[in-house]
């Protein structure tokens, strides 16, 4: 089992940034890939970025893409989502899901809680 933990969310105006991190415990990090993901109201979910093991190959959503920045810290257990030139559209709970690098959430075995990310404009 992988247990999950986001953290990082919260209220910003367009333009602004926000920093996710998701904490990951249970089994040995770097043995995994991992993703994040977003869903708005309404809305089916939807591929953020992933990440591979190694941190050596990253894929981005085109909505995201040039403004979002995925990372991993594997002595830390731990993946990031730089957030930048945030706008009102990006608002959304984000998860982070742990054991692959695909864009499709049935890929996914492990899924964090979520974190509320909020942009005014």
């Known amino acids: 089992q992988v247990q999950l933990v986001e953290s990082g969310g919260g209220l910003v105006q367009a333009g602004g940034s926000l920093r996710l991190s998701c904490a990951a415990s249970g089994r040995t990090f770097s043995n995994y890939g991992m993703g994040w993901f977003r869903q708005a109201p309404g809305k089916e979910r939807e591929f953020v970025a992933a990440?591979?093991?190694?941190?050596?190959?990253?894929v981005y959503a085109d909505s995201v893409r040039g403004r979002f920045t995925i990372s991993r810290d594997n002595a830390k257990s731990t993946v990031y989502l730089q957030m930048n030139s945030l706008k009102p559209e990006d608002t959304a709970v984000y998860y982070c899901?742990?054991?692959?690098?695909?864009?499709?959430?049935?890929?996914?075995?492990?899924w964090g809680q979520g974190t509320q990310v909020t942009v005014s404009s």
């Open positions: 899901a742990a054991e692959t690098t695909g864009s499709q959430p049935a890929l996914y075995a492990y």
């Open positions: 990440i591979s093991r190694s941190g050596g190959s990253i």
